[in-house]
């Protein structure tokens, strides 16, 4: 994995962390989340002309991949948003980044990627990491604890979410792999606002829409550059590296949700958190070395 690609992915997970905090800290989740690709789309929409050259124009194979993943990747927001109605955000972002579980599956069977034994070993690292940050100690007895977790909504919807973004991950890769990841990553936006969209006109969120904009203009403004920084990115480190590998590395956002969990939202065991953050920075610094 190149160095360019690596620091690229690292800067993703960063942001990609700071958006989710601005989720956890609105009222509406599912609303905030919505305010959010109107901030970030608009904020793409005047920005794009600004850019030299012609715009590449997408045939149908693009446009079709962008659908398909604008519509996993909307899944996976409604499934976050749920999660944190009743979660942590030091327990909801891990989990719901257990895409890494499936990611590597789907790299080598679907996608022709290979894995070396080391960067094999890094991935189990970050699978221990996310499995870990569940355990409230350290000892045997907690081991089992995550399993019993799955009783809970949150945890439900946080593992959902996971696997519904490895399966846009693949139309990621493939999507970056034939087109522009500028321009594609805006197609992505805007597909997503539209069904977003399409949600927010039933009679449930209504009323939500401006209620919570007067409540949190400042943070809904905040998020679009940092959506829009986070998505873009990720996707040119994407394009630059494997799938199996891209993905657990942005793995390292778990270290800076667990850490604003923490230190900044006073969210417990911080311990055990931060040590299996700390698995997962090390499984990311082995994917990245070998």
């Known amino acids: ?34 305010w959010m690709f109107v901030s970030s789309g608009t904020l793409f929409s005047l920005v794009l002309p600004l850019v030299p050259g012609p715009a590449p124009v997408p045939d149908g ?33 891990p989990l719901s980044q257990t895409a890494m579980v499936y990611v590597p599956l789907w790299g080598v069977f679907i996608l022709g990627e290979r894995i070396s034994l080391v960067g094999c070993g890094g991935i189990l ?34 593992l959902g979410a996971g696997f519904v973004y490895s399966l846009g991950a693949i139309v990621d890769k493939t999507g970056v792999k034939y087109y522009s990841p500028l321009y594609f990553t805006y197609i992505l936006v805007i597909f997503m606002l539209g069904m977003m969209t399409l949600n927010l006109l039933r009679s449930r969120y209504r009323r939500q829409i401006m209620s919570e904009w007067r409540e949190n203009r400042w943070l809904i403004i905040a ?12 996707r040119y480190g994407l394009k630059l590296s494997p799938m199996s590998y891209a993905v657990p590395v942005r793995q390292v956002s778990i270290m800076v949700g667990v850490l604003i969990g923490v230190l900044f939202l006073n969210e417990p065991c911080g311990r055990v958190r931060f040590l299996a953050a700390m698995l997962i920075l090390a499984g990311a610094a082995l994917i990245r070395f070998g």
């Open 1 to 34: 994995m190149s160095s360019l690609a690596f620091f690229l992915i690292v800067v993703s997970a960063v942001m990609h962390a700071l958006w989710n905090l601005l989720v956890k800290q609105s009222r509406h989740k599912t609303v905030f989340i919505w």
């Open 61 to 93: 194979r693009i446009l079709l991949l962008g659908l398909a993943g604008a519509a996993c990747f909307v899944l996976y927001h409604l499934l976050n948003g749920r999660a944190y109605r009743s979660g942590d955000l030091s327990m909801v972002y």
């Open 125 to 158: 690292l970050v699978l221990a990491g996310a499995y870990s940050v569940q355990l409230h100690r350290l000892s045997l007895g907690e081991l089992l604890r995550p399993f019993r977790n799955l009783r809970s909504q949150s945890v439900r919807a946080a």
């Open 223 to 234: 998020s679009g550059p940092v959506m829009m920084g986070s998505f873009l990115t990720f």
